[in-house]
Structures are given as structure tokens and as C-alpha cells.
T-cell receptor, first 111, second 114 residues
Framework: DGGITQSPKYLFRKEGQNVTLSCEQN?????MYWYRQDPGQGLRLIYY???????QKGDIAEGYSVSREKKESFPLTVTSAQKNPTAFYLC??????????FGSGTRLTVV | GENVEQHPSTLSVQEGDSAVIKCTYS??????FPWYKQELGKRPQLIID?????GEKKDQRIAVTLNKTAKHFSLHITETQPEDSAVYFC?????????????FGQGTILTVHP
């Protein structure tokens, strides 16, 4: 996946359950991002991190949490507080002043 | 990066025609302008980019033009083919100052009819 790996590819969540989406990169990029994409829609920023042990809320952070304990890893947890989590989740990384490299995405469905 | 407006939201062309998508930005500090292509169900991938020190860049059938005075940049696809059908996103980027800002355009759904 061009140096950035997301897993799983498909994920099913039951009502009231927390789930964690994995994102790992070996591109040595400082910044990592999580975007949500709904069918036929654009990209909405959930959280981002510019450096290890630091992260910032994006436009739609409610119901999500992240951690950045290692430069290579930026997992996203979808909590039970997120009432409409069904979507396509994209992780990305980028160096300053350059373009994004995206992972292949995780498709999350509530069952 | 601040707001970036992308038009049109949908574009339908016949195979062999040209397609043009335009983005307008507001941040004078922006100096890097990539375009991404997202095929159905897949991740966005960077297809071409331009920096502020040039006005045009070409790569085979695709090109990007930049007008810094007017603060807009455009993606041009010539001799379109059905496999060009996808969603295209622009981005504007001011380097280190743009981390975390929503710098993508809203996307253009391009459909190329055989």
C-alpha cells in the first residue's frame, strides 16, 4: 500500500461496541491523519498528529479517539458515542509541504 | 491552507473529449497544489502536482495550471478515456503551516462515456 497499511479492510461493529482501526506507515512521515468518507461524499478530517505523543481534533472528532505512541502508528478507535459510524475510513501520512499518501482504507459497518 | 472551492461537482464527457476541473483557494501562503484521483471503493492517489514557482506542469494526458494572482489552479485531462472516470480532489498546501486544516476541495465526479 505504498508504505502505509490499514487493517482490517472490512470491520463490523455491534451497537455499543468500541472498535479500533489500525494504521502503520514506514515512510518516516511526521504527520498522520484520519479521514472519514461517506458514500458519494468528500473527505472529512477526524484527527491528525504532527508528532509522537501529540494529536489534534479535526472537524468531526466527536465519538472517536486516537493515540500516537510511535511515529509509525496512529490507531483510531470508534467509540460507542459515535452514533453513525458506518463509513469508509482513510488513514494518510505526509511530509511538510508535500502530498498525502493514503492507506487502502477500512470499511466499517454497524450490524 | 484554508478554504478551497472546487468546481464542477460533477462532469460528464464523451470519450476523447477534454475535461477541466478548477479549484480556487484563499490562502496567499499556499505554495503546493496536488491533485488526487479516487476510483470507486479505492484510496485517493496523487496524480499530479504543481508548486508555486511554475505556471504549468504536464504528464502525458494530464496537466495542471496555476494562476497565483487569481488564486486558482486547474486540472486538465485531454483525450479522456473511460478509465479516467473517478472522483478528483484538489488540495492546497502551505507547507508546515497547513497541517491539520481541511485543505481538500469537495471533489468532482468525472464520468467518461464510451
Amino acid at each position: 500500500d505504498g508504505g502505509i497499511t490499514q487493517s482490517p479492510k472490512y470491520l463490523f461493529r455491534k451497537e455499543g461496541q468500541n472498535v479500533t482501526l489500525s494504521c502503520e506507515q514506514n515512510l518516516n512521515h511526521d504527520a498522520m491523519y484520519w479521514y472519514r468518507q461517506d458514500p458519494g461524499q468528500g473527505l472529512r478530517l477526524i484527527y491528525y498528529s504532527q508528532i509522537v505523543n501529540d494529536f489534534q481534533k479535526g472537524d468531526i472528532a466527536e465519538g472517536y479517539s486516537v493515540s500516537r505512541e510511535k511515529k509509525e502508528s496512529f490507531p483510531l478507535t470508534v467509540t460507542s458515542a459515535q452514533k453513525n459510524p458506518t463509513a469508509f475510513y482513510l488513514c494518510a501520512s505526509k511530509p511538510a509541504g508535500d502530498g498525502y499518501t493514503f492507506g487502502s482504507g477500512t470499511r466499517l459497518t454497524v450490524v | 491552507g484554508e478554504n478551497v472551492e472546487q468546481h464542477p461537482s460533477t462532469l460528464s464527457v464523451q470519450e476523447g473529449d477534454s475535461a477541466v476541473i478548477k479549484c480556487t483557494y484563499s490562502d496567499s501562503a499556499s505554495n503546493y497544489f496536488p491533485w488526487y484521483k479516487q476510483e470507486l471503493g479505492k484510496r485517493p492517489q496523487l496524480i499530479i502536482d504543481i508548486r508555486s514557482n511554475v505556471g504549468e506542469k504536464k504528464d502525458q494526458r494530464i496537466a495542471v495550471t496555476l494562476n497565483k494572482t487569481a488564486k486558482h489552479f486547474s486540472l486538465h485531462i485531454t483525450e479522456t478515456q473511460p478509465e479516467d472516470s473517478a472522483v478528483y480532489f484538489c488540495e492546497e498546501n502551505a507547507g508546515g503551516t497547513s497541517y491539520g486544516k481541511l485543505t481538500f476541495g469537495q471533489g468532482t465526479i468525472l464520468t467518461v462515456h464510451p
